[in-house]
């Protein structure tokens, strides 16, 4: 029992001021953006690009790439399970960073991964930073937490 409570907690737990909203935001807008374009434009950035990397099957994972997106991006722009819901996030850049970065270093070096990779970099730490800190005063882990608390 004192088991789930910890879990519980973990999960729920957060920052009681205002410093994760402007993260928040920009992980959830740019994750449920990138996950609609995949539906919507799946040449260029659905089946099309996950063909392109090699991935077999290019559909069924540009598709579930996309969904976890939308899903995921949707749950930290509410700030609900946020700790949760950047974890998938997490696998979907560092699966992004092995099948299209790091083959870019190999092939072209420093310079041009740390071009590339700018907005990815800056993604994957503001999803540490989330996992970390959690969602902060506005937002629905902190009303269930406070519930909780009562």
Not at 31 to 43: A, D
Not at 45 to 51: D, K, L, S, W
Not at 91 to 110: E, H, N, Q, R, V
Request: net charge positive; glycine share 8%; charged share 20%.
């Amino acid at each position: 029992m004192e088991n789930k409570k910890n879990i519980k907690t973990f999960v729920l737990a957060t920052v009681s001021d205002r410093r994760t909203l402007l993260p928040r935001l920009i992980v959830g807008l740019i994750f449920l953006s990138e996950g609609i374009q995949k539906f919507l434009f799946p040449e260029l950035v659905g089946t099309g690009r996950f063909e392109k990397i090699g991935f077999s099957d290019p559909a069924f994972w540009a598709y579930f790439a996309g969904t976890f997106e939308i899903i995921c991006g949707s749950l930290i722009l509410l700030g609900l399970l946020t700790r949760i819901a950047a974890i998938p996030l997490f696998i979907i850049m560092m699966t992004a960073f092995i099948t299209t970065k790091w083959p870019l270093l190999m092939d072209k070096g420093f310079w041009v991964l740390a071009h590339e990779y700018r907005t990815d970099f800056a993604m994957t730490l503001l999803l540490i930073y989330l996992f970390i800190y959690g969602s902060g005063k506005w937002s629905i882990d902190m009303k269930i937490n406070k519930s909780f608390k009562k």
